[in-house]
């Protein structure tokens, strides 16, 4: 089978296995039936997934011109906490910055090597989860806008790493400490104007990966840089296809890059 593909984030659905899927022009092609087939992929050029420039990718898929003008790319994506739509404060587009900051979002713990902490839309649950490779996850706290979790999210900085080591949770690395009683540690610190928007669901999202085996070494695949690519795919997880060898290629990370896929 062959395919024209604009890279993109991959879909997920929370599963067993998670299923993932991807966007070829209009058609949504399931991505797990590829497992254990191999797979050629050569680069075809860049498309900006906003204004459709085949200008090199600045990051997060679009131009360099885009990433600093659309609204999509405003600081407070990256640190919530600079949201200001609740104050009437515009930074690129306040009707836009309204609409996603004045929902309401969730602050969680994730697990993968380490329990990070983590802000996200509700709308977003659980597939930001899926997204980043957790092995569980809990929420901790709903909040009415995006400025109130990212303040909550700084403060527990101090306690819990928000980054996910993406090499360990490649290589199937899990903390030995507990969700449930983390988020109950969390609480005895947590600052009095959080409290009102503690969950006290103690739900956890167990996720599982279409994953033969995880790799003992891990090496990127950047299909701009390479042009071509081919290899055996053995699994999926977070936004990575893992191939045989332990070469992984982020699809997420290289989005907008048009790359021609053949399935065989
Ligand atoms: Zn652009």
Redesign the pocket.
Known sequence: MKYTILLQKMNNVLGEPVRYTIMAGDEEIPVNPWIGKRIRMDFAGYE?L??G?PLPVFAQG??K??FFTIPEMGPWIIHPELCQAHLDIEDRNLEYEKSVQLAPHIVYLAKTSHIKVGVTRKTQVPFRWIDQGADEAIAVLETPNRYLAGKAEVFLKQYFTDKTSWQQMLKGIRTKKELAAEKERLRTFLPGEFIPYWLADEKITRISYPVSAHPAKIKSINIAKQQHFEGLLTGIKGQYLIFEGGQVFNVRNQSGSIVEWEVV
């Open positions: 900006c906003s204004c420039s679009v131009c011109k885009c």
